[in-house]
């Protein structure tokens, strides 16, 4: 023999029938504390270190790369009108 029954009832009806506790203010209350934690964590974050988190580390080492070669070609540069080499 083989029975089938079909309920049909909403999520609440079905936890009200169950004896279950109803969640959903608390649930509420959880979601209203996250979303205002998260605004005030991006509020306290400005734009520049959003990117350099978000930026790859790769990217970051080209950054780094180009200040080294600007740091180099001044240094060169001070040494080409210094007179080049010392005499002694």
């Known amino acids: 023999m083989k029975v089938n029954v ?3 009832c909403t ?3 079905a936890r009200a029938f169950f004896g279950l506790p109803d969640l959903g203010p ?3 209350r959880v979601m209203g504390e996250i979303e205002e934690r998260l605004r005030s964590s991006l509020n306290a974050m400005n734009p520049e270190a959003i990117f350099k988190t978000w ?3 790769s990217m970051q080492g080209v950054d780094q790369m180009q200040q080294m070669q600007q740091a180099f070609w001044s240094q060169l540069a001070n040494i080409a ?3 080049g080499s ?3």
Do not use: C, Y
């Open 6 to 8: 079909t309920i049909d």
């Open 11 to 13: 999520p609440e009806e």
């Open 26 to 28: 608390m649930q509420q």
């Open 55 to 57: 930026l790859p580390a």
């Open 81 to 83: 009108a210094g007179g």
């Open 86 to 88: 010392k005499k002694e």
